[in-house]
Every structure is written in C-alpha cells, then in structure tokens.
C-alpha cells in the first residue's frame, strides 16, 4: 500500500470544494487533505448570499459541505485560519494562529477580495463590502434599525445588495459611475429598463456619480459626490468590483501579475503548487463567476490524480442577475460596430426588449430584458457559432416560433440540443439531465439537484431544469406538486382555503371527497392544516377533529423527547403573585415534577410530567386559577409586556394593563401558525416588541402598532401598522390584523411570511384605512373566540377525552407466559 | 406454528380505541401501543419508535401508517418498518379481533 500523500488547500470556497468533490471521486485514498480557511465557516454557496441578504433563504439552506462531509473524507479543516506563510523550500504553510501543515501538494484558492475606494472616509464603522456572511450578517443588523443605506456600484453584486436591503426595510439609493446601470452585462437599453424597474420598487438611482467622501464623526453619517450633493446615510456598502487575492503567492516568490499566474492544468510557477478560482490568471484573464471555476476544478482534480490530459478552455458565460421578479439575460459580447448587425424587438407595454448581435451571420452577443426565456437557445448557437441566415426574418421571435410551431414554451425546451447548456454555473447540458432522469428514475427538482447539480447554484435555470422533467417524464411530471399541500393532493395551500369557502365544505371528509383526496385519510401535514382551516372558517359549526391534532394540541401539553410532557400555564401579560407561585410549587412537590422553569416568555414551565399525571396537575393548577398556557399552540401564545407607567421612571402608558387586556381577549384562538405578542411601554422596548408577530409601542401620543416581526428561525424586525390614541383602538387594529391573518394565512405560515405574500401595504390599507373592514374583521374574531375560549384544561379535568390518559390495560409480566 | 408460544390476550374494547387513534397496553416493562384505523382495523406495535424512541401512540394515524410526534418519521403499523428513506423497524404484534373484543398476541 502506498502512503498517502498530503494536499493542503488554501481557501474554502465555492472553487477549491468542487476541486475536492471531483478528486474524491476519481482518487478517493490518495490525498490526506487540510483546509485552511481565513472564513470561521464550512464551504457555502457564495452567489446565494442574496437571497439570505433578502430573507428568501437562511444559511443553513446555502451550505454546500455541512460539517458532516468534511468528517466523512477525513479532511482536517481549520475555520478561521488565515494562512500567512507558504515555505516552499520546507513545503509548510503556517496559519495567523501558529498551525504549520506540510505538504506534498499545495492549492491555493484564495478568491478575491473586494475594492474599497480610498476615499476619506471608507474606514467609518458603517462602510461594508459585500464578499461573505459575515457582510451579509453586518448589513442585517444595521438594516434593523431602517434607516437609509447607499449602495457604491450598480453592477451585479450593488443591486443584489440594493434589492436585498430594500426588502429588509431599508430606504436604499444606488450610486453608479457610469450612465447606465450593469454597463458590463447590458446594454444603454436594457440598462434603462432596470433602473426603471428598480425606481419602480423604491430604491433611488444616481448614475453618472462619482464619491467624493464618506462623512461622520465616530460612525458614517452620509456621503458626498463629487458635484457636492450629499445623501445621508447610516449604512454604506461598496460594490464597485473585486481584486484577486494574490499577495500570499507572490511573498512566497510565485508569479503573480493581477492574479497568481496559472497555465491551463491550473499549474503555477511551481510544479507542486496549484491554483484555482477568482485567485487566478489564465492567458491574461481573470474571472469573476462560477463557471469557468467549476471548469478549473475539474481541470485541477484530472492533474491531482495523475490524469495529465485535461485542459481548461475559455468558454464564453451568460450572465443573469438574481433579484427576485426581474429577468434579464445577457451573453457574449454586444458592442456596436461597423461590421456588425443587430435585430432588436421592443413591447413596451409587456416591459419586453430583445436585442441580437450578429457579425458574419452568427450571433455573437445577447441582451435580453423581460423575457429571457430564450436564453439559453440564443446562447448555444452563440457558442456553436450557428448560422442564422435561414431563420434571420424569425430569429427574434424565440425558438418556439420557428417553423409556425405554437408558443408553447416547453417547446422550446424540447428542441433544445443534447448538448445545450442548461445550468452554467454547473456547465450541466440538457442531455446530462435527461439522461440522470430516465436513468436514475428521478421525478423532482432536488431530485436532479442533487444527482446532477443543475441549477443547484445560482437557481435560475430551475425553470428550463423544471420543464425538462416535465418532458422527460411526461404525466408522471406534476410540476404543481411543489406547491400542493402535501402528497395527498394536487391543490395548494390557497386553492384548499379558496374552496372550502367556496363550496361550503364543513368536515374534514367532506373536504378530502370533493377536492378529491389521492389518500383516503390524509397525512400529518394536511390533516392538522384542514382542521384549522375549518375551526377558523366554521367556528360556530365545525367540531374538531382531535385526532388530526398534533399530540401537543391533543392533550394540552408538550411533549418532551424523553415522552414526559412540560406545562405551562398563563401567567397574564407576564404578572404574577405569591398565590400562584405558591400553587405552582405545591404542583411541583406533589408530582415530584423534576423541573421548573422560566421561559423565554415571561412564564413558568413544569418539565417531564408523567401522562397520566396531567389532568391532576391540571385540576391543581385549575383550582388555583390557571388555565393552559396554550405553549404548544399554533394559536395565540404569549402577551409579554414591561412595567410601563405602573412602575417604569420612562413609561409613557400602561403597557402591563394592556398587554393583559390583549391576552385576555385573545387567549384561545387557533391561528395559522403561533401568534406571539407583547407591549412595550416606551420605545426603549424592554419587551422586544419589535420582533413579535404583533407588537405595541407605547409613545406619549399613544400606541404605535407593529407587525410581522420574527425572532425564530428567521429574525425579523416588525414593520409599523400605524398608530393610534386609545386602548380601545389598539384593541380593534390588534384583533381585526390577527382575523385577516387567520382567514388567509396557509398553515404553518408565521404572521411575517403571510405579511410578505400579501404586501404590507394591502393589510395596512384594509385595517388602517377601511373602518369597514376593520370593523368586520374585528366582530368575527369576537363571534369565534365565543367558541374558543374554553380552557382545555378545565375540559379534561371534568372528564374530556378521558381515555387519552390512561392505559387500555396493564397485563401482569405473568401473563406473557 | 407452534401453538405452545402463541397467546392471545384479550386487552379491551374496539370502543376503547378512538378511530384513527391508539391506547396503551402496559406488559411488564414493555408498552404496546394498540392502533385503531378509520375502517376500523388494528394493529399493535411497540410503543417505542426507531428512531429515537419517541412514543408512537401519541402520533398521528393515517392511511396505515403513524407519524411519530418527535421527528416525523412514518411508521407502517402492518409491519413497523420506518417509511420512506428512513430505515429501522418498531416491534410489531400480531393482533386480532374477535367480535368487539381486542386481542393482542403475545
Ligand atoms: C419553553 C420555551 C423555551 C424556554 O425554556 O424559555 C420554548 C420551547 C420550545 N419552543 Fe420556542 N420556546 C420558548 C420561547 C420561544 C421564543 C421567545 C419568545 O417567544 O419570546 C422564540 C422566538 C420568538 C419567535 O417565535 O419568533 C421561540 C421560537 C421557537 C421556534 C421558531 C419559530 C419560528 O417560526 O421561527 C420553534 C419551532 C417551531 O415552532 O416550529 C420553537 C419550538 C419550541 C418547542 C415547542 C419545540 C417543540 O416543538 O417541541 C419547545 C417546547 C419545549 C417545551 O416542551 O416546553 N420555538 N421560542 C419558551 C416558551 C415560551 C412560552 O412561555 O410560551
Ligand atoms: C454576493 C455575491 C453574488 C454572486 N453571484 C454570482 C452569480 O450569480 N453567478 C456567478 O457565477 N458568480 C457569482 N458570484 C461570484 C462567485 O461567488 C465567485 O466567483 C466564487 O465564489 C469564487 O470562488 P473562489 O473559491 O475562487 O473564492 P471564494 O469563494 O472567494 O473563496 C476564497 C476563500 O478563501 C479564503 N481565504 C482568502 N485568503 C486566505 C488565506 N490567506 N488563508 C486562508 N483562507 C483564505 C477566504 O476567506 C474565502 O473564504 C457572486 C459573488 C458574491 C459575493
Ligand atoms: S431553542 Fe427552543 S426548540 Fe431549541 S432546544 Fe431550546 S427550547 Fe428546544
Ligand atoms: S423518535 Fe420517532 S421520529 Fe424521532
């Protein structure tokens, strides 16, 4: 057996773990590998950093190697460690924290590092790049506190950044040198479409602005361009362009001119040290996306195993911006010149325009805005140099019309080359998806992700990936299906709440007969979603159905992983008393319950209470005064409030009383997914009212009511409802907002998530400004709360659901025999 | 067959057993969980699931199968064995019914 030889690898990013992907693949034992990485953090996919910026993803959903996969290939890898010195006499590397590794072969894949104009003032706390998490963690948190940002660039990476902190609520002008926007990948008319589009969503753009300074005291305060205007401004992020990250190489005597010097094996000045990614410098060039990366990886991964016949070659890429709700496509190159044609077709009214560069009757640059749908078709023949002359007069038009065919757009799919490129991130082309299809017999979209990584990446070819399954699998396709409820039907969560209105539907089996149900009885997913949708629509008419409940809203309580239950019952807006804890104590003795607890909600848990023990310890506590804490409820959960006016020095009104009233009145209430709440007396905000599903500011000229907050999963400061004088209003606005997300809100789906599917600005303007409205929302949530407001305790004490709790029967071990 | 192994015990009422619901059976150290589906079949199965021991009875029950209350995973009250891509198998019993009367195999 040949000893292993050692591969240590500088830079975890998105190059050097495909590089690993392929080496473990082809050599899987003959590398012992290191990973040194200046990120605290495993390898993630970069070009999604925009959708976690916008709240359409988390981290977790953009990690490509979890901690797991590192464990599993034996790679040792250091996060956090930057390296600082390469020996190539010793062939060690050390780290900043002192870590020396050997090496038998080195890679380097530091990427690049993003530009920062040396303008006075672009060291201010307050001026961020956009590179890693860390920029996307930075902008969040100043993002909370609103506030103006301006972004510097309105390249890719500026109105990615832009788009993303405008959605988090911020108000956002974009800063560009030049006079138009995205000036490497579009056209002067494409360009103009953008920035209209842009304008459209709010966010302000300068172009033809040059930064003259950043100014501040301690922090940046605003920015100045070079014609003397001046824009505030809290947060700033610079986004004009990025540089190779060469200097590690070139201290260690490699050659480096703008990036480190590499031939196409990927091979630098050493014959033992490569080099991969946007670190690079292949035949002049420097790179800057995916794609051609992916290429290095494979090249790099061919050299490590010893497979010396593998080349990069240039290949041209297509460009698409990632910003939810605007498509635009371009590639190749699309300049004017003398010895150049262009056709180009414009619908202003669909917001459509298509531009074609041709030179010798090949196309050799696109720009699509609108409708990009044809992409991908434009972009192959770009690259097989096709000539257009037969198709010339059609050619615009899109690939479905040529030869009469109808406008269908899988059609165009389907005439689609085998080898036509579909994911360009992965290089993936049609035939290698097909055939993963029929092969693999794969039936969805993280189906083929993960077999054959197309649009695993930047996500925007899912749409053709999508199309593809539909054609490969013909019926057996539902591409609905990812939006259906659940594998038990068809219909998603909407056309479910649509039709059981529309139809009168009343009972569970009602409801799974018409819109027929594939399963006779449903599942766990859609069972618990029917049953809410029924008690919300039909309070007075529809009976529960306690067996489609989750075990927690079955019997009242928590389950807990060793199967024991934890309760916790409803301590008012978070007051309490010497009587109650005193109750509370005699539970705990008398049960022997092994814990107790304050939770993050202002009240009490009792940990690890046996079953049959709980409608005992609810007679207790119900003697006392207590009913269910509802913790475990997609319903109405906590009011936490602060001291307000009754003890607080700042107070400005009684956030306790308040806060106490809401619960009162709104205890019980089923709702789409939890409903927490809370009150807070001033806006210091000591009972975070800023990250709730519905929370209340107290101010001197009364209540300002917020909403859509999340401090979960996801964390989400609250947007502002309006404000209002009076408890009594507060009352109306609070309950009318809690109806109109209780008879629209999908299940599952928190106040924040329904809020961003409706728009803010319809539900302020159904309950702010309709008095009607508001009104008739805020009698049916009192009509339903009459059939609500049972405490489910005091229910089973007297004997509900008796047979929930005790054992059918205790056979004697004897009886076994 | 071996009739000297086989014994059935009789632990209650179909009554007992909401549809689509389960009770327990507690024998000696052992908790068995007693199904009951909506077209009124049953089945029994160690209270005890696969994965990390949830208890299966608490679950919600559908189309033969349970979904344990801890993690979700789907369990065929036929045979025990965990659905999908999950692997493992709950003990399961054979049960049967004699009348009203529930019978459990032991
Ligand atoms: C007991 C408590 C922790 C504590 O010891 O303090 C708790 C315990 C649980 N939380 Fe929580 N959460 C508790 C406050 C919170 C808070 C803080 C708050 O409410 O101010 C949050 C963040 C705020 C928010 O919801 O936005 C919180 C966000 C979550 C989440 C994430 C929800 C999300 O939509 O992102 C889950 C998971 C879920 O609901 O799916 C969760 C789920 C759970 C569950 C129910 C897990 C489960 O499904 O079994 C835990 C039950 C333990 C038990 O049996 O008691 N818990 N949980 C807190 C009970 C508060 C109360 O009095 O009712
Ligand atoms: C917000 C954003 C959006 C993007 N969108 C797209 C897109 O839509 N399509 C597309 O194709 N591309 C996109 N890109 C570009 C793409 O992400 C990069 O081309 C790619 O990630 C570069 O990979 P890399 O491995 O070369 O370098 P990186 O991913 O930058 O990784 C380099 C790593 O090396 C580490 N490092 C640096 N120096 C050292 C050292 N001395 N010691 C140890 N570690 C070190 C760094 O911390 C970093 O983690 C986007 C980039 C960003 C930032
Ligand atoms: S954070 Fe909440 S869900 Fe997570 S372990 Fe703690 S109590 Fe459980
Ligand atoms: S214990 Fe049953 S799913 Fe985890």
């Keep these: 057996m040949t000893k292993k030889q050692k591969l240590v690898v500088i830079g975890n990013g998105m190059a050097p773990g495909r590089m690993l992907e392929h080496l473990f693949e082809k050599a899987p034992d003959a590398y012992d590998v290191t990973i040194f990485n200046a990120e605290p953090r495993v390898n993630y996919d970069r070009i999604m950093l925009s959708p976690v910026l916008s709240g359409e993803k988390s981290f977790e959903d953009i990690i490509i190697h979890g901690d797991g996969w590192y464990i599993e290939h034996g790679v040792m890898l250091y996060k956090g460690h930057k390296v600082v010195d390469i020996d190539r006499k010793a062939k060690t590397v050390t780290s900043e924290h002192g870590e020396v590794a050997t090496y038998d072969k080195l890679v380097i894949a530091t990427g690049s590092a993003p530009f920062i104009i040396p303008v006075p003032g672009h060291d201010l706390p307050g001026v961020l790049t956009y590179r890693d998490l860390d920029d996307v963690d930075a902008m969040l948190l100043a993002a909370q506190a609103r506030g103006k940002a301006v972004v510097i660039g309105g390249g890719l990476l500026g109105l990615e950044a832009a788009a993303g902190l405008k959605e988090r609520g911020m108000d956002v002008t974009v800063i560009h040198l030049m006079p138009t926007l995205m000036e490497r990948q579009l056209d002067p008319a494409a360009g103009y479409l953008l920035e209209q589009e842009l304008e459209r969503r709010g966010i302000k753009i300068i172009t033809k602005a040059s930064t003259k300074r950043i100014c501040g005291e301690t922090r940046v305060e605003s920015i100045e361009l070079e014609d003397g205007t001046v824009i505030p401004a809290t947060l700033v992020v610079m986004a004009v362009g990025i540089r190779p990250n060469g200097a590690l190489a070139k201290d260690a005597g490699l050659s480096v001119n703008r990036g480190i010097v590499v031939s196409d094996s990927m091979q630098t000045s050493d014959p033992d040290v490569f080099s991969l990614g946007e670190c690079v410098e292949l035949n002049g060039n420097v790179y800057g996306l995916v794609a051609p990366l992916y290429q290095m990886a494979e090249v790099a991964a061919c050299h490590l195993s010893g497979d010396a016949d593998k080349r990069f070659v240039e290949t041209s890429t297509a460009t698409k911006l990632k910003v939810t709700g605007i498509n635009l496509y371009s590639a190749g190159d699309f300049a004017e010149a003398e010895d150049r044609e262009e056709i180009v077709l414009r619908d202003a009214t669909a917001g459509i325009y298509k531009r074609l560069v041709l030179k010798d009757n090949k196309i050799i640059g696109t720009v699509l805005y609108g409708d990009t749908a044809d992409g991908p078709w434009f972009f192959d023949m770009l690259k097989k140099e096709t000539d257009v002359s037969e198709m010339r007069e059609s050619l615009i038009f899109g690939q479905a019309y040529q030869g009469g065919a109808a406008l269908d757009p899988s059609a165009a799919v389907a005439a689609l080359p085998d080898d036509a490129e579909i994911c360009g991130c992965n290089g993936v082309c049609k035939g290698a998806i097909t055939s993963a299809i029929k092969a693999k017999g794969l039936t969805g979209l993280d189906d083929v992700r993960a077999h054959t990584k197309a649009s695993a990446s930047c996500g925007t070819c899912t749409g053709l990936v999508e199309q593809l399954l539909g054609l490969t699998l013909g019926d057996a396709y539902n591409p609905s299906a990812v939006a259906a409820m659940c594998s038990c039907t068809d219909l998603s969560h909407a056309d479910v709440r649509r039709l059981i209105k529309a139809k009168e539907l009343k009972t569970i089996p009602a409801v799974m007969q018409e819109l027929e149900w594939k399963t006779s009885c449903g599942c766990a997913k859609c069972r618990p979603a029917l049953n809410y949708y029924l008690v919300c629509d039909w309070p007075d008419e529809y009976a529960d159905d306690y067996q489609s409940r989750f075990i927690n809203e079955r019997v009242h309580a928590n389950i807990q992983k060793d199967g024991t239950y934890s309760v916790v019952p409803r301590m008012w807006g978070g007051m309490t008393s010497s009587t109650e804890l005193r109750a509370i104590a005699d539970v705990v003795d008398k049960f022997d319950i092994p814990a107790v607890k304050v939770t993050g909600g202002q009240r009490i848990d009792m940990l690890g209470i046996k079953k049959e023990d709980l409608p005992a310890v609810w007679k207790d506590l119900g003697e006392a005064g207590f009913v269910s804490g509802q913790a475990y409820a997609k319903g109405l959960r906590t009011v936490k409030t602060c001291v307000g006016t009754n003890w607080c020095r700042f107070g400005t009104q009684d956030s306790t009383g308040l806060g106490i009233k809401l619960e009162k009145f709104m205890w019980g209430s089923w709702t789409p997914a939890k409903l927490k709440m809370a009150v807070s007396g001033c806006p210091r905000n000591c009972a975070e009212a800023t990250c709730k599903d519905i929370g209340i500011i107290c101010v001197d000229s009364g209540f300002e009511i917020h909403f859509a907050g999340a401090a979960g999963l996801d964390i989400k400061g609250t947007e502002i409802l309006g404000s209002v004088g009076s408890e009594e209003e507060v009352m109306v606005h609070v309950v009318a907002l809690a109806q109109m997300y209780r008879e629209q809100g999908w299940y599952l789906e928190r106040i924040y998530k329904w809020a961003k599917r409706i728009g803010l600005d319809e539900i302020r303007k159904q309950i702010m400004d309709d008095p009607k409205m508001r009104q008739s929302y805020y009698e049916r949530f009192v009509f339903s709360q009459k059939f609500a407001q049972v405490d489910p305790w005091s229910e089973r004490v007297s004997g509900k659901d008796k047979h929930e709790f005790k054992l059918m029967a205790t056979l004697l071990p004897e009886a076994a025999e | ?106």
């Design chain 2, 1 to 106: 067959m071996n009739a000297m192994t086989q014994n059935w015990v009789v632990v209650g009422a179909l009554e007992d057993i909401p549809r689509l619901g389960a009770r327990c059976i507690e024998n000696g150290e052992t908790k068995i969980a007693v199904f009951r589906t909506a077209d009124d079949r049953v089945f029994a199965l160690e209270d005890k699931c696969p994965h990390k021991n949830g208890p299966l009875s608490q679950g919600i029950v559908h189309d033969g199968c349970v979904t344990c209350p801890l993690h979700n995973w789907v369990i065929s009250l036929e045979t025990g064995a965990a659905q999908g891509a999950d692997e493992g198998a709950a003990v399961s019993y054979p049960v049967k019914l004699d009348g009203d009367k529930v019978l459990l195999c032991l």
